[in-house]
């Protein structure tokens, strides 16, 4: 994958998994202890994260560098997961379980 792709990319993945946290970029760069615009370009892919600053950021976003840098799920995210379906009522988990073969389907 071309360095640019792979950033922008990996940009995506860090804006959405802070939102879906309800943190602005600005809350995310005071977590961080980086400038608001550090955490700016990174999302926009213009910029590459150092280290010590992914490490942060993946503290602050509650999620692993692997899911950061290439979009990979940890085992125990899985597990979660598998456990929140397990306790959804037999109706919920038809309709979640329609709803992931539709994705399926729609990125294949």
Not at 46 to 65: E, F, G
Request: net charge neutral; aromatic share 4%; glycine share 2%.
């Amino acid at each position: 994958m071309e360095d640019a792709t792979f950033l922008m990319e990996m940009g995506k993945r860090i804006a959405a998994r802070r939102r879906e946290l309800h943190l602005t970029q600005e809350q995310t760069a005071e977590k961080m202890d980086v400038s608001l615009q550090t955490v700016s370009c990174i999302e926009l892919g213009k910029k590459a994260i150092r280290p010590q600053n992914l490490a942060k950021l993946c503290a602050v976003l509650n999620t692993s560098a692997d899911y950061v840098l290439f979009g990979k799920r940890t085992e125990q995210e899985l597990a979660d997961l598998s456990q929140s379906l397990a306790a959804l009522s037999e109706r919920d988990y038809n309709t979640v379980k329609a709803l992931v073969k539709h994705l399926q389907n729609e990125n294949a």
